[in-house]
């Protein structure tokens, strides 16, 4: 069989259509831990750590001049970025469990 058979054969099978909802919906649940960190679990963090925006922690490099622009470490918002992909990685796991519990009661 030949690749264009086999992309035809792929293509009819609905494994796209498949692969298509699941990333669209990948991105939209994205957007709401993403919302989750940002604002829900990030803003009483900064308050116990004294009401610092934790996304705006940075170790800056280099200062701004009127010629070039801040050089800077923005570690706030990287641990903002871990704390998301530790969220989705739970989902995930919990999905695919809950998926896996499923499949072995049939």
Request: proline share 3%; net charge neutral.
């Amino acid at each position: 069989m030949g690749f264009v058979e086999e992309f035809k054969t792929f293509i009819s099978k609905g494994d796209v259509v498949d692969l298509a909802v699941g990333f669209i919906m990948g991105v939209a649940f994205k957007d709401v831990v993403n919302s989750l960190v940002n604002d829900i679990i990030m803003p009483p963090i900064g308050l116990l750590i004294g009401g610092v925006d934790f996304s705006e922690l940075k170790l800056v490099l280099k200062p701004a001049t009127e010629k070039t622009a801040e050089v800077a470490i923005m570690y706030g918002h990287f641990i903002n970025v871990v704390i998301e992909f530790l969220i989705i990685g739970f989902v995930v796991f919990l999905l695919v469990k809950t998926v896996n519990n499923m499949r072995s009661r049939k």
